[in-house]
């Protein structure tokens, strides 16, 4: 097998005494080169345990001939964010990590690459640079973390952080018990949120081995999968397979089919869409609507089903979605096994893998039938809608699977607001009334860099005089724990001059996830035809958009560069 970077080795006699200064010896310097990029960190625990799971895809390296290095770009955790400017950043770290993985990827003409993470913006980033680097890749999922009390998650976070701004409405010993139960275990939060999303789809797309993502962060199997990773990426690196070959047109339609039958979160359209960018895709949101017409809901996983993410992985995981959904799948896909996705769920059958793990299911006192319901028996077709309207030219997303269906059609008041802080305190203090619909601008990509709604969604849902009847609507972004009816991603966004910038407290807005639309159809109280509303609109645009305040940094790149939401949020490449 020649290795990639020898004539780069003749070239400067440093090169090679700079990798046995480092502890190489002139064997090690002759082997195939992988690069072993994670997000290791102190940051959280999804990334505080990759540094053994690692170790791991090492010894699989080394067992086929290569030599591997470990590089570590750490992310952060959106639950250390919340209500306050940091989160502001995290987007924006998506793009960072990518272009950090791209300059260690870049500068050293590597073999191959095995990448490492478990959460929201560290999976997408390494995918990104995957693509751009497109040299052999296999991506390694960080697994989820163990269940909490009573089957709950870290999320309970939404009830805590409300009641604690209420007086009298909880004690002290509640929340030091949730502190210490509410992340039991490193590993991925053990619902479907974005983590755990894009896990998934790093599966679906290919790039990672049949059943490795959300694998238990604590059971010896995400051991096993790694030390088969580090044998697949010198399989890849032989053969030539790179991520240009696995993440085609058909990979990310498949993709998006397992996205709409597990109920993933609303921000896999971001990343799925700013990934296939990479490699020179395009993928409309209209491609992300119509699949989501179609294909049934299979997968019943918190927030917009029943189960944890522990669960869904004894009941077969992504390889028994699959399975179900065989006949809408491409299964002619190349996978970072080098062999197709029909061959790899063959083989998958032959290995027992699908009865395997069913035990653990009964443990749980659960059947996989209640976990990943059989096609025939699911109760609505897809998750998300993407809308559109005279709020939403460009488009706006919701995840309607996790939304009560009273509330997949409202005509309500508008609350208006230019921050989230804002909206999160009008809750608290009881200004927001029944059937309002509260609207939160200037948080799209170049407004403030695209934050998520959580804590102002979860005080919604945990409120019992708003939850289930009152409606959000932002350019911002949402959770993938997110419940009820919560619209993000309108785009253009206000920053950009588009109309939601130019809403006022008192005007009425309308939705409806049958229809697909979003429409402001009434001025201060007054419903009036679209045609009408539109020109007070036209109107109100010549007064001009809320001045946005001064960035530094990275975040003033961002949000100076970023593109559409539902153009992936990425920059132009």
């Not at 971001?270 to 990934?275: E, G, Q």
């Not at 769920?345 to 299911?361: A, K, M, S, V």
Request: glycine share 10%; charged share 25%; net charge negative.
């Amino acid at each position: 097998m020649r290795q990639k970077s020898a004539p780069q080795r003749e070239l400067w006699a440093q090169f090679d005494a700079l990798q046995l200064g480092s502890g190489w010896d002139e064997e090690d310097i002759r082997k195939p080169q992988i690069l072993l990029e994670d997000a290791y960190g102190d940051s959280h625990p999804g990334s505080v345990h990759l540094l053994g799971i690692m170790e791991q895809v090492k010894y699989g390296v080394f067992e086929k001939g290569g030599f591997p290095a470990q590089y570590h770009t750490t992310d952060i955790c959106d639950g250390c964010a919340q209500g306050h400017d940091g989160m502001n950043y995290i987007l924006a770290s998506r793009e960072t990590i990518c272009d950090m993985i791209e300059i260690h990827g870049s500068v050293y003409p590597w073999d191959g690459v095995v990448l490492a993470a478990s959460c929201d913006k560290s999976i997408p980033a390494q995918l990104k640079a995957a693509a751009r680097l497109d040299i052999p890749a296999v991506f390694v999922p960080g697994g989820s973390m163990r269940n909490g009390p009573g089957m709950t998650t870290s999320l309970v976070a939404g009830d805590i952080s409300l009641r604690q701004k209420r007086e009298g409405a909880i004690t002290p010993q509640e929340i030091r018990d949730y502190k210490l139960t509410g992340c039991p275990s490193a590993g991925a939060c053990t619902f479907l949120g974005t983590a755990s999303t894009m896990q998934c789809m790093a599966e679906a797309l290919g790039m990672a081995l049949p059943g490795s993502a959300l694998i238990p962060a604590t059971m010896r199997d995400i051991l096993a999968w790694a030390r088969r990773a580090g044998r697949s990426i010198m399989t890849l690196v032989e053969r030539g397979i790179c991520p240009s070959r696995i993440m085609t047109e058909h990979a990310f339609e498949n993709a998006i089919i397992i996205h709409s039958a597990i109920g993933g979160s609303t921000n896999g359209v971001i990343h799925l869409t700013s990934i296939a960018r990479e490699l020179g895709i395009q993928l409309s949101p209209e491609l992300f609507d119509q699949i989501n017409h179609r294909v049934p809901h299979i997968g019943n996983i918190n927030p917009s089903g029943q189960h944890l993410t522990e669960v869904f992985w004894f009941a077969g995981g992504i390889p028994m979605v699959q399975k179900e959904l065989k006949d809408m799948l491409h299964l002619d896909v190349t996978t970072v096994t080098g062999k197709t996705l029909g061959e790899n769920l063959e083989d998958l059958e032959r290995d027992g893998y699908f009865q395997r793990y069913t035990g653990y299911l009964s443990n749980c006192g659960l059947r996989r039938e209640q976990v990943i319901y059989p096609v025939g028996e699911d109760v609505e077709k897809g998750s998300i809608a993407v809308m559109r309207g005279n709020l939403a030219p460009e488009g706006a997303v919701i995840k309607y699977a996790a939304c009560v269906r009273d509330m997949w059609k409202h005509k309500g008041r508008a609350r208006v607001f230019d921050c989230e802080e804002d909206a999160y305190r009008a809750v608290v203090r009881k200004q927001v009334q029944k059937g309002d619909i509260i609207v939160i601008r200037y948080e799209g990509p170049r407004g403030s860099g695209m934050p998520e709604m959580l804590m102002t969604t979860e005080a919604i849902v945990c409120d019992e005089e708003l939850n289930g009847n009152v409606a959000l609507v932002t350019d911002g972004r949402f959770s993938g724990a997110t419940r009820g009816p919560a619209i993000g991603h309108v785009s253009p966004e206000a920053a950009s001059g588009g109309p939601l910038a130019f809403v006022r407290d008192g005007d009425i807005i309308s939705y409806s996830v049958e229809d697909r639309s979003l429409d402001l159809v009434g001025i201060q109280g007054e419903e009036m035809p679209l045609q009408e509303v539109g020109k007070v609109l036209e109107e109100r645009r010549k007064e001009g958009i809320v001045p946005r305040p001064r960035r530094k940094g990275i975040l003033a790149r961002y949000t100076r560069d970023a593109m559409s939401a539902m153009k992936g949020a990425g920059y132009d490449l």
